[in-house]
């Protein structure tokens, strides 16, 4: 099975710009969810997306937004970027069992200059 | 409330056990894990363990799990330099929410 894709890997945006990050999970699984890495905050919680409708939802302004289509794939979009948001976002999936593990994707790199 | 908390650098010389500490906040946590990341790259899940469990063993990774104290250990026998990464632990305290990550400890394996 194909592991879970980002795309792209890297970006440079201005700040004031908008940006969108695609995920594609592992074939059979309907959650996504989003995390923002950054050095001083580690891993952050932005959203989870489980067929179609957002299940639960991180600390994170509004400007921060995710979707996910009917066959599972999603994205995320961070509107008027500021330069704070310059961070590797990862994307994971799961399937439904019990033990709950996500699987991740290499991430989408955004630097907001 | 819900925080998971690691210490940032560990040092070994390679050869030698490794010896990751965690300790996280919520005693209703069902499953904790051990995830890796290495330089440009996602998270790997290296292993995890229900919070019925004391221990597991999975070749060189033994991961012991004190209830009581709320901590979380991962032993890396015979350390390696392809060991060298950020060693995440996280809790799943509900099913369906999201898991909650420490910052992550550094280990830097020098041969």
């Known amino acids: 099975k194909a592991g879970v894709t980002q795309t792209p890997r890297y970006l440079i945006k201005t700040r004031g710009q908008q940006v969108t990050l695609s995920c594609s999970p592992i074939?059979?699984?309907?959650?996504v969810s989003w995390y923002q890495q950054t050095p001083g905050q580690g891993l952050q919680f932005l959203f989870e997306?489980?067929?179609?409708?957002?299940?639960n939802k991180g600390n994170f302004p509004g400007r921060f937004s995710g979707r996910q289509f009917s066959n599972s794939r999603s994205e995320m979009n961070v509107s008027t970027l500021e330069l704070g948001d310059s961070a590797l976002y990862l994307c994971?999936?799961?399937?439904?069992?019990?033990?709950?593990?996500?699987?991740f994707g290499e991430g989408s790199r955004l630097t907001v200059l | 409330g819900e925080d998971v908390e690691q210490s940032l650098f560990l040092s070994v010389r390679e050869g030698d056990s490794s010896v990751i500490n965690c300790t996280y906040t919520?005693?209703?946590?069902?499953?904790l894990y051990w995830y890796k990341q290495e330089p440009g790259a996602g998270l790997q899940l290296l292993t995890y363990?229900?919070?019925?469990?004391d221990m597991k063993q999975d070749q060189r990774l033994t991961v012991l799990l004190n209830k009581k104290d709320k901590h979380l250990s991962l032993r890396i026998a015979d350390t390696q330099t392809g060991d060298s990464a950020i060693y995440f632990c996280?809790?799943?305290?509900?099913?369906?929410?999201?898991?909650?990550f420490g910052k992550g400890t550094t280990l830097s394996v020098s041969s």
């Open positions: 363990i229900f919070s019925n469990m």
């Open positions: 074939s059979g699984h309907r959650s």
């Open positions: 997306y489980f067929s179609e409708t957002q299940r």
């Open positions: 996280a809790e799943n305290h509900q099913a369906g929410t999201a898991l909650i």
């Open positions: 994971a999936s799961k399937d439904g069992s019990v033990t709950g593990e996500l699987f």
């Open positions: 919520d005693s209703s946590s069902t499953y």
